[in-house]
């Protein structure tokens, strides 16, 4: 069992930056897919961002060229690079792991490939 505990959210102005952690409970290397999601007030969870276990990355369109997701193994952390923010950015933001990759690229971003879930961290941009 995998547990996932985020910290770092908070409230920023448009245009800040903020960092994001996950700290896994376990080494992260049994783990093959890791990554961020986020769910505004009123609408479904969305994939951000996922990191595999070969190195490469799959962004939403949305967050391309202001998020960067990065990982210290020797601490089991993962981490979301939040730059140049905007209000549509506010959202509870979850990190989640699964031992094995979506097969499908197309399906990396989607929350119902993911068993293990944070209970997430809140993330407000004001205008």
């Known amino acids: 069992q995998v547990q996932l505990a985020e910290s770092g959210g908070g409230s920023v102005q448009s245009g800040g930056s903020l960092r994001l952690s996950c700290a896994a409970s376990q080494y992260t290397d049994t783990i093959h897919c890791m990554g961020w999601f986020r769910q505004a007030p009123g609408k479904v969870r969305e994939g951000v961002v996922i990191?595999?276990?070969?190195?490469?990355?799959k962004y939403a369109d949305s967050v391309k060229g202001r998020f960067t997701i990065s990982q210290d193994s020797a601490k089991n952390t993962l981490y979301l690079h939040m730059n140049s923010l905007r209000p549509e950015d506010t959202a509870m933001y979850y990190c989640a792991a699964h031992p094995i990759c979506p097969y499908h690229e197309y399906d990396l971003l989607l929350p119902g490939q993911y068993h293990y879930w944070g209970q997430g961290t809140q993330v407000t941009v004001s205008s």
């Open positions: 990191l595999l276990n070969n190195g490469s990355t």
